[in-house]
């Protein structure tokens, strides 16, 4: 991209703007804007540039599905592989074969809890976590009123680009 000339840029729209005063008429201006600069050139540019980015984000959301449903394949393949190994191993009641390219070996699995009714654990053995309620905090300090440890911020500016 070219180098914008952005002090050139607002020089021109400041005289169009004071010149204008009251009378002052988005349409004139960018019409005049454009015969003395480059500026809607630029935009017309970022617009396509921001447009490709937009179908390349796309394609590449696209890709990486496809490729995350692959990857799911591929990891069901080596769990049932496994599972096949851990058959053989059984049925030869065997606990473990050396092979060139590996040496298979039968555990057994480990233990783990498995709970059955939530509510019936003592709450001495349950965790809490507390957050914040960011939408509440952000009713009440757009109420006026004061939370302590948490302020109201506003984001930074951006565009918004409608297409036909």
């Not at 039968?106 to 965790?127: F, H, M, N, W, Y």
């Not at 009440?140 to 440890?149: F, I, K, N, S, Y």
């Not at 500016?157 to 297409?163: I, K, S």
């Amino acid at each position: 991209m070219n180098h914008i000339n952005l002090p050139l840029i607002e020089q021109v729209s400041e005289e169009l703007i004071e010149a204008l005063g009251d009378e002052f008429d988005p349409e004139a201006f960018w019409d005049t804007l454009d015969g003395e600069t480059d500026a809607l050139d630029i935009m017309d540019r970022l617009i396509a540039r921001s447009q490709d980015d937009a179908a390349l984000v796309e394609a590449i959301k696209a890709e990486v599905a496809a490729l995350a449903k692959r990857m799911q394949r591929i990891a069901a393949r080596v769990v049932a592989t496994r599972g096949v190994m851990l058959t053989v191993l059984d049925a030869t009641g065997q606990k473990k074969v050396e092979r060139p390219r590996a040496t298979i070996s039968r555990r057994d699995g480990s233990l783990s809890v498995q709970i059955t009714d939530e509510a019936s654990v003592p709450t001495q053995l349950c965790k809490t976590t507390v957050t914040p309620d960011k939408a509440a905090i952000k009713k009440q300090l757009t109420a006026g009123e004061t939370v302590p440890g948490a302020d109201l911020v506003r984001g930074p500016a951006g565009v918004t680009v409608r297409v036909a």
